[in-house]
């Protein structure tokens, strides 16, 4: 996946909230080598920029110890509050050898940072807010907006957003058949991003998307489009969860376009029909 620097000034206008590292002596430990040197050692440390919340996702960027730009931290929906507490989650791409989840602990001004399933939190302080309303009413030797000025000038990573994922790949009955593809970003999933398509042949055709309802049952997809006559479709998934293939084989679930049953898809089908629509999937 190419990698893509912007700067963070782009964001500037936005209030936002900067947290860093106070174990130092602990981020040094699990985040640099021994031959990296004591002095670097003794300035490791995290540094994470939250930006105000914006509809459909939460804009959050975290510096790694020793590094000079910062990294996009991808997903950040708001999962849950506890009290005042904010719990939120996301995926981590390009900061580490291998890409992690992570989950956030927010109660200013206190951060907890959590990687993978690893129970031992990076606590993390408020060092400056962005925010002329809050800065006042806050301890002004912890607030300092020139740091989070100072951090705008730096770089970020961008999220790969020409990779993608395929949620449905499905086909009808007929011998020669008409697939039905719905794929979104993999690192900037939104219904903005999110296509549906109808391939037949060598023709496509663009589905305009007016809803999308996914169920917390397990998979339960319900997809209202409309097609380039302006005539509209409903796709549904039903979830697999509980259904056992061995025993209940008359009852199991039917992908469905409108009232059509749809079928799954060989992996040779998948290839071809990737490939003539020439979609970028994340490399294994």
């Known amino acids: 996946m190419e990698k893509v620097f ?26 640099t080598s021994i031959k990296d040197g004591d002095k670097k050692k003794a300035s490791a440390f995290f540094e994470l920029l939250w930006f105000e919340y914006t509809p459909g996702k939460q804009q959050i960027y975290i510096r790694f110890p020793n590094t000079d730009y910062f990294v ?26 291998h890409k992690q989840n992570f989950k956030i602990f927010l109660q200013e001004p206190n951060l907890l940072l959590q990687f993978g399933d690893s129970y031992n939190f990076n606590f ?54 008409t697939y039905f593809i719905i794929d979104s970003s993999k690192y900037n999933n939104s219904l903005e991003n999110t296509k549906f398509r109808i391939v037949k042949g060598n023709d496509i055709i663009e589905c305009k ?15 209202k489009v409309i097609d380039n006559l302006g005539k509209e479709h409903d796709f549904f998934s039903p979830t ?44 294994k």
């Open 6 to 31: 912007h700067k963070l000034s782009e964001f500037s206008e936005n209030n936002v909230s900067l947290y860093r590292s106070t174990d130092l002596n602990n981020t040094a430990i699990y985040w």
């Open 72 to 97: 996009e931290m991808c997903g950040g929906g708001i999962g849950s509050s506890r009290g005042n507490m904010m719990i939120t989650y996301g995926i981590d791409v390009w900061g580490m050898k």
């Open 124 to 177: 993390m302080n408020l060092v400056a807010k962005n925010n002329i309303k809050n800065y006042l009413t806050m301890d002004k030797g912890v607030c300092n907006e020139s740091e989070i000025k100072h951090n705008l000038l730096k770089d970020y990573l961008k999220l790969p957003t020409d990779i993608r994922t395929v949620n449905f790949l499905l086909k009808n009955y007929d011998f020669s058949p």
């Open 240 to 283: 697999r969860l509980g259904w056992d293939e061995t025993n209940d084989i008359l009852n199991r679930p039917v992908d469905k376009w409108d009232d059509m049953p749809l079928l799954q898809v060989k992996d040779e089908e998948f290839e071809k029909v990737i490939k003539f629509l020439n979609i970028e999937l994340e490399q």
């Open 209 to 223: 998307i007016i809803n999308y309802e996914s169920y917390r049952d397990g998979g339960t997809t319900k997809i």
